[in-house]
């Protein structure tokens, strides 16, 4: 084990084994609630837009053009069909086990190797977790059509992650006693920032964009 250890934070490894730690790290705080399963999630419509805070916007209109292509390929590796993190998970996972087995038995602590073996290590990770993550696909296209949207505007909300006018934060929503996770941004005009605990109102949901518009509320706690 004290092996592993050390192989796993060699400066051969220490890279991968540091996105394997946030994707631990992740995971966990789904498990405790601190966090929404969709948070980092990246909707894959490809229309690039140059405030990207959370979500990519991408179209995923496969026609000949070089975007096109693009969206192919993500479609290919499954990205789309399912949250993003559950398939970056397993290829940070895969990534982390090809890069300790390959330095431990062929590169023998060359750097050398290391950067050639960066693109075919995120390849084979990114082919193993197509496989792995194809069961799950109906699953997940079931979940979300039993789930009815919910229209937040108009409702309180508490927050997790400090939100400004430019910076992107969390709120939590109750809704029939389940607590929800949105994305939120105080209006452009406003620029004081709400920190974690204060109380706001949400606005609207902002236009073509992953996340509501709030303001400060001045009322006694909901939570």
Do not use: H
């Not at 991968?16 to 789904?30: D, H």
């Not at 096109?68 to 397993?90: D, H």
């Amino acid at each position: 084990m004290n092996e592993l250890i050390q192989i796993a934070f060699s400066p051969m490894n220490v890279a991968y084994t540091f996105l394997l730690i946030l994707v631990v790290l992740y995971w966990l705080m789904i498990i405790l609630g601190a966090m929404d399963f969709g948070a980092f999630d990246i909707d894959f419509d490809l229309d690039v837009d140059a405030d990207i805070d959370v979500e990519v916007d991408v179209d995923a209109d496969l026609g000949t053009s070089g975007i096109g292509g693009f969206a192919g390929v993500l479609q290919f590796f499954n990205f789309g069909k399912l949250p993003f993190m559950v398939i970056m998970s397993f290829v940070i996972l895969f990534s982390w086990t090809g890069s300790i087995l390959a330095n431990y038995y062929i590169g023998k602590g060359s750097f050398l190797f290391v950067i050639a073996l960066i693109i075919p290590n995120l390849l084979v990770g990114l082919f193993l977790a197509k496989f792995i993550t194809k069961p799950l696909i109906p699953i997940f296209e079931k979940m979300e059509s039993g789930i009815e949207p919910v229209d937040y505007v108009g409702m309180l909300c508490k927050i997790i992650l400090p939100a400004t006018n430019t910076k992107m934060g969390q709120a939590e929503v109750l809704v029939d006693d389940n607590r929800l996770l949105i994305n939120v941004k105080m209006e452009k005009e406003n620029k004081d920032g709400l920190e974690k605990g204060a109380e706001a109102l949400i606005l609207r949901k902002q236009k073509n964009k992953p996340y509501y518009i709030i303001q400060k509320f001045e009322e006694k706690e909901l939570f």
